[in-house]
């Protein structure tokens, strides 16, 4: 007679939820039910639909919201699994325009360097009003530096400070290899910062080890896109999963041998709870703080910080960086392979825009007042960041490691009770789409489930 599946419950449909929940249902010992507080899954529920404006074709173009890019080398597992979907990607050639403003409210931007993605633009376009001398200058000094910092992420291995035990700040790195602070406060942080959507302090204080693991892996290797959207990796994920919508998980308890999860249905206003064999929570760690006490205390030490992205059609903001790309954008012949990224800094903080060859502009972390009249729509995410503390909260979680005198750990890992965590900062690397997945397969692994893109 064949066995009862055990009842899983998985909170939470971003990547990490929606990959483990997909990974768990391949698996007929399982019984898979998922909840979410919002009314729709989440992966997507930020991304639009746009058409290209009353003087073009009316095309409709798909916009991710976050934008979601991967690169060859970070992202093994997120790749397999798009290969084996068959979702298709491609790589955008990005141009950087870099701007700085030293007067908060200020409108005047003019870009002092133009960088292009993988160098795919030699030499780099030269900003106006920079004359040929200057801009020789510059170009020789910013290769020296970009590539004497490379250099150093392959040869200088981040250190373990002896006081503490934890791994050195991306702050100490750059002090000991004594890189210019110029080169990282006008050029590296504001780059850098439009991966990880914080401010330079933030990114400061990030564990050396991700930035470096982050540049050494994806050094000369291409950034690519989700061709039509991630909708379509939300598609194939989601297909078939029972979801209980508008259910703001409020407490996860294990009681006796099972696991009791309550929630408020937000559709009913009622408070409900069921119990379940298994847990998988695949929220952020603020979240988790909220609904599962074991992590109450030790989670405090996890940052996370609001990031706001608004889509928006407000041009006069850029008007020197969108001319001076202008020549370049009307070389490209299909005028939807070059998408120019403004990053516009002031001393602590950076903001990127996105002008899309949809003819919108989608600003991340915005320093630059934008035109209400001129808002298509605005979110506000979650971003999970990471100091040496959290790393080692983090591994503590992750890797088993008995800490009790008796070799018992004393703190709660993943997996006790039948409760799991993922998500993008569930792993020992940069918070990025990655680390869902490679938290989803560690609770697949532990399960005895094999991944269907794995072999
Ligand atoms: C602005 C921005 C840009 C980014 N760009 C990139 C990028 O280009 N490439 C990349 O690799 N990574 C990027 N990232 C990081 C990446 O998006 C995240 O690491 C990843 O989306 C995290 O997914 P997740 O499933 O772990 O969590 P989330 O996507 O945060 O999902 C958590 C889910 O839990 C739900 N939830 C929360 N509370 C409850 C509750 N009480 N009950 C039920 N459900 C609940 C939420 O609604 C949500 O569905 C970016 C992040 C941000 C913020």
Known sequence: MS???????????????????????????FDVEVFEKQAQLSLDSASLTVSSGPDNDQKQHRIDLPMRVFADGFYANLKRMYDFFGVQYASPRFIYTMSRISDPGSTEIHPHFIHSSNNHQLPPLRPKGCSWIEWLMRVVYLAVCYYYFVACCFFVAPRTTSDTGLSESFRDYAKRIHIPGHYIKNYF????SCVTTCSHNQLLDF????????QTKTFRKPHYTVLGGVNKVQAKLS?????????????????GSKVKV?????????????????????????????????????????????????????????????????????ADNDRSSTHPIHIISNASTTESTHQHPSSVLISTSPIVPIDSEKVISSTTFTRVLRTPTSRQVTLDIFESKPTGPDGDSKQWQNGDGNVWLVGGWCWDGMVMLEGCIA?????????????????
């Open 189 to 192: 942080l504001p780059l850098m």
């Open 207 to 214: 564990p050396a080890i991700d930035v470096i693991g982050y």
């Open 3 to 29: 066995e009862k599946p055990q009842k899983v419950a998985i909170i939470g449909t971003g990547m990490a939820g929606l990959i483990t929940s997909y990974i768990l249902r391949t698996d007929p010992r």
């Open 239 to 255: 297909k078939g999963q029972k979801v209980r919508y508008s259910a703001a998980v409020t407490a996860v308890e294990n009681v």
């Open 439 to 455: 938290s989803a397969i560690r609770v697949a692994e532990k399960l005895n489930i094999e991944v269907p893109w794995a072999s």
């Open 262 to 330: 309550t929630w408020k249905d937000g559709s009913r206003e009622e408070v409900k709870s069921l119990f379940f064999d298994h847990v998988v929570l695949a929220v952020t760690p603020d979240v988790l703080r909220a609904i599962f006490p074991p992590l109450r205390k030790i989670l405090a030490a996890v940052p996370t910080t609001p990031v706001h992205s608004i889509v928006h059609r407000d041009f006069a903001r850029l008007p020197a960086c969108s001319q001076v790309i202008s020549a370049r954008l009307h």
